[in-house]
Structures are given as C-alpha cells and as structure tokens.
C-alpha cells in the first residue's frame, strides 16, 4: 500500500493555516461539538483504560474534552497533557482547566508530528486529532516515541463520507448555487484521510506499532435541528465557501440545506450518526 507522504500531499504549513482557521470555528461551537462527540471521547479513553496516577497524552486535543476525560481517570496523582497546533483552541482549553477545577492537566502548543517528546506516557489518545498529519508514517512514530515501553494507543477517526451524510448531505445540496466545491480526496490528510482500516494498518505497522484493533464506532448523539444546521454551514466545509459568497447567494444555501436535512429531523430531533472507527494499538 502507497502511504502519502509530505511530497505528494498537502504541507505541514497548509494544514496549520487550515487549523488556524478551522480552530476558531471549532472554539465558536466548541459547546456543541462536545456535546455530539462526548460518546466518543468517552469511548476513546475507555479504550485506553487510563488508571490512577498514570501520564495520557491527548494529541490534536482541540478544546481539551479527551484530555479531561482521560484527566478524570487518572486523578490528581496522575497527568493529562494535550497537545495542539491551534492557539485559539488552546486558548479555550486552558480558561476550561480552571473552571472544571481540575488537577494534573497541561496544554501544550506544538505540532504532533515533529515535537520532540520524552518516553513518558502510559497511554495516547486522540478524538480525531491524528487525520491530518502530512506524513502519517513519520507522526505516528514520533508519537511512540512518547510511550513508556508498552504504552496504549487509542483514537477515533472517521470513516468515509459515504457513511457520513452529514458531509455529503449538505454539499450536495448547496452545489446548484456555488462554483465550485471541495471533493474529498481519498486518504489525503484531512477528516478523512483514515477512512480506510487498512490504510491505518499500514501506516501504525510502518511506524512501528502492534497489536492494532480497528472497530467500527457510531454516535448517534441526538441534536436540534437548528444545530444540525449550524454543523453543516459553520463546522463543515461549506463555512469557507460561503464566507465569500454574497447574501442572496447564502439564503438560497441555507434554504436548501434546511430543506435537504429535513428527512434527518423528527420532531425537532436531528439524528444524524457519526460513523467513526476506534483504533487501538500498542508501542
Ligand atoms: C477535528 S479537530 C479535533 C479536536 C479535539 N480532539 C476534539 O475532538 O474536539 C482536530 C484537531 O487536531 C489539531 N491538529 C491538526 N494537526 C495537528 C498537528 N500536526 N499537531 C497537533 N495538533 C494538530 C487541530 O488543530 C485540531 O484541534
């Protein structure tokens, strides 16, 4: 299997101006976000079994919400650190450190893929913070480089956007009234990039990983329709698309997608799963 590298792909420097700007979208919904993707963090860190007093990195940790989780598992005596390279999202997660009023927990600014980690962790984990590494291959083993001997891995990603409607949903819908749109590109780094198990096989084995589990995960987490909404313009791709579109244009998008989301929608309820995978792994 051909694993895409830094030449073949998108750069380091492309994805960090993505995050710059996708981050503070995510900070903007980041309570809605969490909400929805709860079920998951807490399915990560199960997977991971932290224990009392142990070290869990949380790489790509966003707003921090698996590296609390994983914080309330390993109690005071322990230590959860997040790692990020946005510094909005950042920013977030640490004013929420004092306000849950937990112990033992660090954000740290950095990128993933190249930090130079000490052999310190028990156990990694990710909520969707490891699709868009450049070099895969190259990050994930950096990232084992963190592990004690024996260290866990566990990470949700997405699986493709043929079992996520909300990401084709929503497209398909504005396409009549913008230019043009993003297509996913199967395996480039990006949301799903770790759509296909055994691309991840292949990557996890090439950086020096064993024993991989990869399950399927789906989190049906109900929300309003009005949030599903704001998931398909504000979270997803459409957001930059539609920041340069004018008024009459926007109207007639969001029209659609109202109208296109409304088999989702029962009563107000939006049911929308998230098809995901829960990958684990030792060092
Ligand atoms: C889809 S968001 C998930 C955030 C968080 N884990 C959550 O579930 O709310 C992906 C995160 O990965 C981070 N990220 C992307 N590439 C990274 C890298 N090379 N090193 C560290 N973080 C990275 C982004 O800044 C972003 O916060």
Redesign the pocket.
């Known amino acids: 299997m051909t694993i895409a590298t830094k030449e073949t792909r998108v750069s380091d420097q492309d994805?960090a101006a993505y995050?710059d700007r996708a981050?503070r979208v995510?900070v903007e919904q980041q309570g809605l976000?969490?909400r929805m993707?709860q079920p998951i963090?807490r399915a990560v860190v199960d997977a991971a079994d932290p224990r009392a007093g142990e070290a869990v990195l949380?790489?790509?940790?966003?707003?921090g919400?698996?590296t609390f989780e994983a914080a309330w598992r390993v109690g005071p005596e322990g230590r959860a650190v997040g790692?990020?390279?946005?510094p909005a999202?950042l920013e977030l997660a640490r004013r929420r450190v004092g306000e849950a009023g937990l112990e033992g927990v660090e954000f740290l600014q950095?990128?993933?893929?190249t930090h130079v980690f000490r052999a310190e962790f028990d156990a990694i984990v990710?909520?969707?913070?490891v699709m868009?590494?450049p070099d895969p291959v190259a990050?994930f083993a950096n990232l084992r480089t963190a592990e004690k001997p024996g260290g866990r891995l566990a990470f949700a990603c997405w699986r493709g956007p043929e079992d996520n409607a909300i990401a084709t949903v929503p497209l398909a819908a504005a396409a009549p009234f913008l230019p043009s749109l993003p297509k996913f590109e199967k395996d480039a780094p990006g949301r799903f990039g770790f759509a296909d198990p055994d691309r991840v096989r292949a990557i996890l084995a090439a950086s020096g990983w064993r024993d991989v589990v990869i399950d399927p995960l789906d989190d049906p987490t109900p929300v309003s329709a009005e949030e599903l909404l704001t998931m398909s313009l504000r979270v997803g791709p459409l957001n930059p698309i539609l920041t340069g579109q004018d008024e009459t244009v926007r109207e007639k998008v969001r029209e659609a997608v109202t109208k296109a989301l409304e088999p989702y929608v029962t009563n107000g309820v939006a049911e929308m799963n998230s098809a995901c995978w829960r990958v684990t792994a030792k060092a």
């Open positions: 994805m995050w981050g995510w976000l969490d993707y963090a949380d790489v790509g940790c966003g707003a919400a698996t790692v990020d390279i946005s999202l950095a990128d993933a893929q990710s909520r969707f913070g868009f590494f990050a």
